[in-house]
């Protein structure tokens, strides 16, 4: 079946401006993550969604970031007035549940801040 | 401050030997661990996991160990192939994923 589809899967963006990522995850799954990987970076987790739960935020790096999850399905993840720290390879997962559940991720957004 | 910690940025294995890689991680409250492999341009795809009620993992070529006491996990990959160059990522799995910073496998011919 369809696994966790991104796009762009490439952004080049001028500083300051606005972008948008895109995720639609498995089909039926309940929890979706986005998570980035910087230059010579571990993956760092951003923020999780669980079915109609607040989403866990805690690893969002400023308000600049921010994510919504339209009808428990397509999510996007909005970052305004970008910096050149923002460059990083944005990934998406998602799994049927919460901590119990494995994470299938997609092949992310290779996002360049010029 | 890093909680799961992979010191070696990179390993080269002569394919057909034993290939360790090693991570450490700092709250002996995690319970549940895994290893992701990750080739460029795609996203990581999950290749084993250990629970803390276990020592040992073991899945065809690869075998995950855990040493709670250390707070120590390692991956062995035995036979070491050319399709294993890849980044692994150790991994202990709350809510989100908390990864390392990754090891980049070479296989060398």
């Known amino acids: 079946g369809a696994g966790v589809s991104q796009s762009p899967s490439n952004k080049v963006t001028e500083k300051g401006k606005d972008v948008e990522l895109r995720c639609d995850p498995i089909s039926g799954h309940t929890a979706l993550y986005w998570y980035r990987q910087s230059l010579g970076q571990g993956l760092e987790f951003l923020i999780y969604f669980q079915g109609n739960s607040a989403p866990d935020k805690s690893g969002l790096p400023s308000d600049r970031f921010s994510a919504e999850r339209t009808g428990g399905s397509v999510s996007t993840l909005t970052i305004q007035r970008t910096q050149q720290e923002d460059s990083a390879v944005y990934l998406c997962?998602?799994?049927?549940?919460?901590?119990?559940?494995?994470?299938?991720f997609g092949p992310g957004t290779r996002l360049t801040v010029t | 401050d890093q909680q799961v910690k992979q010191n070696s940025p990179s390993l080269s294995v002569q394919e057909g030997r034993i290939s360790i890689l090693n991570c450490d991680y700092t709250n002996s409250m995690f319970d549940y661990f895994l290893w992701y492999k990750k080739y460029p341009a795609e996203g990581p795809t999950f290749l084993i996991s250990?629970?803390?009620?276990?020592d040992k993992n073991e899945d065809g070529r690869f075998t995950v160990f855990l040493n709670k006491s250390a707070k120590h996990l390692s991956l062995h990959i035995v036979p070491s192939q050319p399709g294993d160059s890849a980044v692994y990522f150790c991994a202990v799995r709350e809510d989100k994923i908390i990864f390392g910073k990754g090891t980049r496998l070479h296989i060398l011919p």
């Open positions: 997962a998602s799994s049927f549940g919460g901590r119990t559940y494995e994470q299938y």
């Open positions: 250990i629970s803390s009620i276990k």
